[in-house]
């Protein structure tokens, strides 16, 4: 294995936001829109994570297709949320549990996050962490909403799996509550022929507007006719079974009460600025949360660490 190249600084490219040196199986380079991002590249997988929102644009395990979709139209700027990848919702998901919050899911997607770790293993899998504090957020939109003492810790390998850990520590003197998910979108063939398996019987709040506010209980396997935007009530396993691609991708997840399922459908992807009205098909999102009536509570000096892992099989 070449050294490590020297922190912070590849072919004339710079960044306060690394504090580690790079093995050689990772480079700092620069992304779309001029964005910092770091790109891995082992004998057991390939990936990319921007250091804006420690955003994972990208994660190929060998001899497979892509799992992880982006948008075409995704913005790429300071300022922007990254449309597509795996977006961290944080301190809140969607519009939040209180009236007046913005951005939509929170300001840590929009926020720089600092490299604090680099490391690969003897099976070539690369473990990314990452540090964001409440002084790093300062002046951010949103910031304002969350006003507390925080440290967020990111780990991610890439792998022939995909883990990703999201520790939420509270350094200050007084409890707070908070929302996370790691909201995934999964690279599909034709959604309209997915099924996603594992939520059989459980109960679900349809977001979809005008489906109300009760509780539905999931018949079969879900699948898709329509816009779909879902939140579960379940702490197990789900498989997304893409028979067109003839895979299925697994995602086994801890410290998680909640799974959401998401398809924007023609209507809602028209509507999006950052989202081709044409990619609908290609994409499904299966996250992993803690929302809604499951906000996590920290006390003072607590953590808690929310875990995915997504791993791709043959279809069965």
Request: net charge negative; glycine share 10%; aromatic share 8%.
């Amino acid at each position: 294995m070449v050294g490590p190249v020297r922190r912070g600084y590849v072919r004339g490219m710079t960044s306060s936001l690394i504090a580690v040196d790079l093995p050689s199986s990772v480079r700092l380079v620069k992304g779309e829109g001029g964005l910092p991002a770091l790109d891995v590249s082992t004998p057991v997988a390939a990936g990319r994570l921007y250091l804006h929102g420690a955003h994972v644009t990208a994660w190929t395990p060998s001899r497979q297709d892509p799992v992880i979709w982006m948008s075409r139209k995704s913005r790429f700027a300071e300022g922007e949320p990254i449309r597509g990848g795996v977006p961290i919702c944080w301190p809140w998901f969607g519009a939040g549990r209180e009236p007046g919050l913005a951005p939509a899911h929170g300001f840590a997607r929009l926020a720089d996050f600092t490299l604090v770790g680099a490391e690969v293993d003897a099976f070539g899998a690369v473990t990314l962490t990452l540090r964001l504090t409440d002084a790093d957020v300062a002046g951010l939109p949103g910031a304002e909403h969350f006003t507390q003492p925080f440290e967020l810790t990111y780990t991610v390998t890439f792998g022939a799996e995909l883990t990703l850990a999201l520790t939420v520590r509270n350094t200050g003197s007084e409890e707070f509550s908070f929302e996370e998910a790691l909201h995934t979108y999964l690279a599909v063939k034709d959604v309209t022929a997915v099924t996603v398996e594992g939520l059989e019987g459980v109960r679900y709040l349809d977001k979809v507007p005008g489906a109300g506010q009760d509780l539905v209980t999931q018949t079969g396997p879900v699948t898709f006719t329509s816009e779909t935007d879902r939140v579960y009530h379940s702490t197990g396993s789900v498989t997304v079974v893409d028979p067109a691609l003839a895979r299925t991708v697994t995602a086994v997840k801890e410290n998680s009460a909640n799974t959401v399922v998401w398809n924007p459908w023609t209507a809602k992807a028209a509507a999006m600025p950052d989202y081709d009205d044409a990619e609908w098909p290609t994409m499904v999102c299966v996250e992993v949360a803690n929302a809604l009536e499951n906000a996590v509570t920290l006390a003072a000096g607590e953590n808690h660490t929310m875990t995915a892992r997504y791993a791709v099989g043959p279809r069965v």
